[in-house]
C-alpha cells in the first residue's frame, strides 16, 4: 500500500467499500467484489479487500481493535500481540515514571498507539506511509495522546523524559539481520537511550545477542517476551527502578504472557549437568531459551539438560513451571535414524 492508497480508503468511496466487504461473510466474497466493481473503481477494490483481509490476519494479535485499524503486510507481521504492548505499558508506568514519552521509529506503530493511552507520546519516523497510518489508526485505539510526525529521527529534537524506539523494520539488505543493517543502526538507538537515561529500544529476538557487553553499558536489562510460548520480541531498558547494585553488563530477564510471570538471571550460576532422561521432560518456553536462562530454569524444576536434546530438561519429580511445557515420559527408547520418519 502506499500513500495515495490508504488516502483513498480513508475517503468516503473507500470506507464504503471497506465497510461492505468487512461486513460480508469470506465465503460470500466473491459476489460482493463483482458487485462493487460495477459501481466502484477496480484498484479501490482490491485495495480494501487486501485490507480485509490483513485485518483478518491482524485480529489473532489486536482483537476486536483489528477491524477499525489499517495495516500493511510487514506491519501485521512486525507487530506484537497487544499483551506485549500492555505488558510494556504497565512497566513504564510502575517502574520508569515519566509523562512525556519520544517514539521513534514507529515500526507497526502499535506499542506509540498504547504508550498514547496514558502518556504524551511523540512519534516521530522518516517513512510518510507509516505516519499516516498511524494518525488514521487513532479513533480506532480511543484516541490516545499520540502526535505523529514525519522526520529524520537522527535529526529530530527530542523533548521527552524517555525515549521508545522500535528497531524491528530493518531497511538493509536481505539476509541475516544485522544490529547495523537496521536504519538507524542499533548502536545509534542504545545511545540514543542512553543519553536521555530513561527508555527501551525494541528488537528481534535475536538481535541483543549481537550486540558485545560494552555496547549495553548503561541499560539495566535485556527482556525477551513470548506470548502463549510464541517468541515475540526482545526489549533493552534503560533507566528502570531496580533494586540491585549498578552493573556494566545487563539483567537477562524472560517473562511469559499472559501469565506475566519472569525468570530473572542469577549472577555467577553453574551450568546445569547433564543427565538420562527421568520421568518427567521440560520443553523451556522459548523466551528462556533467546534469554539463555536455560540452566536457571533447571535450578527451579531441581533437573539436567537431556544429553544431545538441545535446552531439554528432565527430572524425577514433576515440578510445575510457567517457563516450560512439562511430558510425562512413558518410555525411552534408543535412537534409530532410519525409523524416525
Not at 545511545?191 to 555496547?215: E, I, K, M, S
Request: hydrophobic share 40%.
Amino acid at each position: 500500500m502506499d500513500l495515495e492508497t490508504l488516502r483513498a480508503l480513508l475517503a468516503d468511496e473507500g470506507q464504503q467499500v471497506l465497510a461492505a466487504l468487512q461486513a460480508d461473510d469470506p465465503v460470500g466474497e466473491a459476489a460482493t467484489v463483482a458487485g462493487l466493481l460495477r459501481e466502484h473503481p477496480a484498484a479501490l477494490v482490491s485495495a480494501a479487500r487486501e485490507q480485509v483481509r490483513l485485518r483478518r490476519r491482524a485480529a489473532a494479535k489486536y482483537g476486536e481493535y483489528a477491524a477499525r485499524l489499517y495495516f500493511t503486510p510487514d506491519s501485521v507481521e512486525l507487530s506484537s500481540h497487544l499483551a506485549v504492548c500492555e505488558y510494556k505499558l504497565d512497566r513504564v508506568l510502575h517502574e520508569v515514571g515519566v509523562v512525556l514519552i519520544d517514539a521513534m521509529c514507529l515500526g507497526s506503530g502499535a506499542d506509540a498507539l498504547v504508550l498514547g493511552w496514558s502518556h504524551h507520546t511523540d512519534a516521530v519516523d522518516a517513512d510518510p506511509l507509516t505516519v499516516e497510518i498511524a494518525r488514521a489508526n487513532l479513533p480506532g485505539m480511543h484516541d490516545p495522546n499520540l502526535y505523529p510526525t514525519c522526520e529524520d529521527v537522527t535529526e529530530f529534537d527530542s523533548q521527552g523524559e524517555a525515549v521508545f524506539i522500535d528497531l524491528m523494520r530493518r531497511d538493509g539488505p536481505d539476509g541475516v539481520p544485522d544490529a547495523e543493517t537496521y536504519d538507524p543502526p542499533l548502536s545509534w538507538a542504545l545511545d540514543r537511550v542512553r543519553t536521555t537515561g530513561y527508555g527501551w529500544v525494541r528488537l528481534a529476538p535475536g538481535l541483543p545477542g549481537q550486540v558485545p557487553p560494552t555496547g549495553l553499558a548503561g541499560a539495566d536489562e535485556v527482556e525477551w517476551i513470548s506470548h502463549e510460548g510464541r517468541i515475540q520480541e526482545a526489549v533493552v531498558w534503560f533507566g528502570l527502578d531496580v533494586q540491585r547494585t549498578p552493573s556494566p553488563v545487563p539483567v537477562r530477564r524472560a517473562t511469559v504472557l499472559p501469565s506475566g510471570a519472569s525468570l530473572v538471571e542469577r549472577r555467577n550460576l553453574s551450568a546445569p549437568d547433564v543427565r538420562p532422561i527421568g520421568r518427567y521432560l521440560y520443553v523451556p518456553d522459548p523466551a528462556v531459551v533467546h534469554a539463555r536462562l536455560v540452566g536457571e530454569l533447571a535450578r527451579e524444576v531441581a533437573g539436567g539438560l537431556v544429553e544431545g536434546g538441545g535446552s531439554l530438561l528432565t527430572s524425577d519429580e514433576l515440578h510445575r513451571t510457567p517457563f516450560a511445557a512439562v511430558y510425562e515420559v512413558g518410555d525411552a527408547l534408543p535412537l534409530d535414524g532410519t525409523r524416525i520418519p
